[in-house]
């Protein structure tokens, strides 16, 4: 397994956008649209949960053909672990969109997420990569379980909810119908919008034909 990328490669051959500087919250992000109005899923399949995966560093290609076929020798298991992934990432998204309302997040939630944790960390270790340039979590004892990646997703939420520097500025963006989160990391944390080239461009032609308008 290799470590999540930094979202500064060519998007072009990309399926899903990251914009949001924490894996957890690109991983909130598979829901386009606002949830409770006009939303739409992204992950309609466990294929689609391992593109996802693999675009995020969770898992590399080989990984992902391996995974992939083991699913298909049991797809009622990987029709359940995909309904684990899905539970959980709604889970993490109600827990942060309470913490940055100022609200407590539900014990149901976060029983979700520790759930989780001790289900998949236990199986997790942190290891030197091959190629001896840092480290990487490795799932232990041969080969990985087709819920693989859900390990390293609770533990991106947990420690950002731990992060006393970064989760003050979780941020949900403010288009109209966007209700995508992000860690405002700008100098004077004033970022409105999970990316400027869509949310942000739009809410800027919206304003220019208001004004001219009046």
Known sequence: MVDPVSVSEDLRNKKFRFIAGKLCLDYCNTVGG????????KLNSYDDFLSWSEEAGLINPSERTALRTKAGTDPAKAASVLSRALILREGIYRIFLA???????????????NSELARLM??????????G????WQWAGGEAEIDQPLGPLA?????????PQDLPHVHQCRGDNCGWLFIDSSRNHSRCWCDMRDCGNRAKVRRHRQKHHL
Do not use: Q, V, W, Y
């Open 99 to 113: 913490t940055l309302e100022g609200a407590a997040p539900s014990g149901n939630d976060l029983g979700l997420l």
């Open 155 to 163: 533990h991106s939420a947990a420690s950002l909810l731990a992060s």
């Open 122 to 131: 236990g199986r997790m270790r942190i290891s030197s990569d091959r190629n």
């Open 133 to 136: 340039s840092g480290f990487s």
């Open 34 to 41: 606002k949830r409770g109005a006009i939303s739409r899923e």
